[in-house]
């Protein structure tokens, strides 16, 4: 069966998670996804296990190339890469592409069905288009980190890279649209996507409410500001759960299940209103039936009642859950020496694309010589070029006798 983006072709010019996860997302899609990177590697493979990490969730499936962009025979090669491409999706910093003959620009000026993708971290257009943008300083300036957290405690970003892994799935989406623009008309299409941007837009509910009240949203915890019981934590004999059962429906049926059925009459909870008042009151009286219970137990009791809850799990205990499981989020990939690996698979299913699978992320040029062979260049030609320092192949002999012993 045909995948949606058979014969596609993507140049990823991305590091880190953003533009690399987005090419990443074409590729499951069946783009012929192409990795460029420096000669030696992408800033991720200099950062230790963390990058590692990001190469591995974000670069599967994809032919990696290794090219010295700054000697004019390895932009040649970029340059012809990108001339047989349909897209390029790209988050250097502000300012490198441009400064190599590479930018959106130029490239579709001289190849104007091309689709190029630029992710930046504060937008191509304001007064920081020139800043370098990481996840969590987007994470600070869009109001995310003011309003997560303790009351009375310290603001607190997201416990992973949020907007990094959205800006990804944005992009994606974006280049699609402009995929589909260029099949209908010819026309290729520039696509711009940032961070910030992108971290603004995940706070949409507490944006709307703060464009029509103008009050400022302030930490609650893990509780909503304006709803109660919902999102607060119920700790138990061996675990803990959340819970929402805010409307005085869902609350009047909670309080039955556990066996409490006058506190939905008690006038400190008898609306929505009041338990937001008396939250800590509330909380406490909910708190002591659910620490009598096991997390099975109260799942149980409240899933099989309509009440919405969920089982606070730990990174193996979500490994483990049995709806993880059957989404087949987690698969197995083949590096280039033969070894499986687990990692992460899109989170989505279509049709047309088989159960996931294929090959771990590239080591550092790894597809060098056979990609180089495509635009013809002969093997005594690429010799000369990693002679020279041009480019960079990846040779198995080599890399084995340079890896450290762990013997």
């Known amino acids: 069966m045909t995948k949606p983006l058979d014969g596609v072709r993507v140049i990823d010019f991305g590091q880190f998670i953003a533009a690399p996860a987005a090419a990443q997302l074409l590729g499951d899609m069946g783009a012929d996804v192409i990795k460029v990177e420096p000669v030696h590697g992408e800033s991720a493979r200099v950062i230790g296990a963390p990058g590692q990490a990001m190469l591995n969730a974000y670069s599967r499936n994809k032919r990696g190339v290794a090219l010295d962009l700054k000697d004019p025979r390895g932009l040649r090669i970029a340059e012809e890469l990108i001339a047989g491409a349909d897209i390029v999706v790209q988050n250097l910093r502000p300012g490198v592409m441009e400064s190599l003959g590479l930018g959106a620009r130029t490239m579709r000026a001289r190849h104007p069905a091309l689709v190029y993708a630029t ?135 909670l309080c039955r299940l556990l066996g409490r059925p006058e506190l939905a009459l008690d006038e400190r909870f008898a609306t929505n209103a009041a338990r937001v008042r008396h939250r800590p009151e509330m909380l406490a009286e909910l708190r002591s039936e659910f620490a009598t219970m096991t997390t099975d137990d109260a799942m149980r009791l409240l899933t099989e009642n309509g009440v919405v809850a969920g089982r606070i799990n730990s990174y193996g205990q979500t490994m483990a859950s049995p709806d993880v499981e059957a989404s087949g989020i987690f698969i197995r990939v083949t590096d280039v020496a033969g070894r499986e690996t687990t990692t992460l698979g899109s989170p989505w299913h279509l049709g047309s694309v088989p159960e996931p699978s294929g090959t771990a992320a590239p080591e550092l040029g790894q597809h060098t010589a056979e990609v180089l062979a495509e635009l013809g260049y002969a093997r005594d030609a690429v010799r000369t070029l990693e002679a020279a320092g041009v480019v960079h192949t990846y040779d198995a002999e080599r890399a084995e006798a340079l890896a450290p012993s762990h013997r």
């Open 119 to 253: 992710v930046s971290g504060f937008g191509l257009h304001g007064p920081s288009r020139l800043r370098a943008g990481l996840d969590i300083a987007a994470q600070a300036e869009s109001g995310i980190m003011s309003v997560t957290g303790e009351r009375d405690r310290e603001p607190q970003k997201v416990g992973f890279q949020v907007v990094d892994s959205t800006t990804a799935h944005v992009c994606a989406q974006a280049v699609l649209g402009a995929y589909v623009r260029r099949l209908r008309t010819g026309h290729g299409d520039e696509v711009e996507v940032s961070l910030l941007e992108v971290a603004v837009h995940l706070q949409a509910p507490n944006w709307g409410t703060y464009l029509l009240t103008g009050k400022e949203p302030v930490r609650t915890g893990n509780g909503q500001p304006a709803l109660a019981p919902a999102a607060d934590v119920m700790p138990n004999g061996d675990g803990a759960l959340v819970v929402s059962a805010y409307s005085d429906a869902h609350f009047e049926r």
